[in-house]
């Protein structure tokens, strides 16, 4: 049933944008969820490890050459490519929005910051109408990368199928 669910989907349905990602093992997991989304996986330097480190790949495992990705220098040379900015979400703790009260369009941005800090303030505030967050009732200060990455990817599907 998930084969011809996700078959009715174009590809790069979905922009997922990590802005310095520190963790190997979260890219690696992250991109195996947007080839399982047809989604594409943008990643803005300086990046915390080597495009080449065997556990990025590991943890995408064979999924890795399938994905559709790119990588940018920084983060001016990434939002060159956005044509419709008010199509792109930030997301942050600090936001007040909750994601689940988006309404979701194909082509979407899903930006999200490194494990460690999270988006940089500047931005966050520059952006501050397009910041979002997922809601957490737990004693947590945040959700693992990768995690938040497919709760996001997950109700982008939902509200599209």
């Not at 007040?96 to 369009?105: A, D, H, L, R, T």
């Not at 959700?143 to 199928?161: D, H, K, P, S, T």
Request: proline share 4%; glycine share 8%; charged share 25%.
């Amino acid at each position: 049933m998930v084969k011809r669910y996700l078959s009715i989907y174009p590809k790069n349905y979905f922009n997922i944008v990590l802005i310095e990602p520190d963790i190997p093992q979260n890219t690696g997991n992250i991109g195996r969820t947007c080839v399982g989304s047809w989604s594409k996986l943008h990643l803005v330097g300086p990046l915390g490890f080597s495009i080449d480190d065997k556990q990025l790949k590991r943890a995408g495992l064979d999924y890795w050459t399938e994905l559709d990705w790119q990588f940018y220098e920084n983060y001016e040379q990434w939002w060159q490519q956005v044509s419709d900015p008010s199509r792109v979400f930030y997301f942050t703790t600090k936001s007040n929005q909750s994601f689940y009260e988006i309404k979701i369009k194909q082509g979407d941005w899903f930006v999200f910051g490194k494990e460690t800090k999270g988006l940089d303030e500047q931005l966050l505030k520059k952006n501050w109408d397009q910041t979002v967050t997922l809601p957490f009732p737990g004693k947590i200060r945040s959700f693992n990368l990768a995690n938040a990455v497919a709760m996001a990817i997950g109700e982008g599907l939902r509200q599209l199928r």
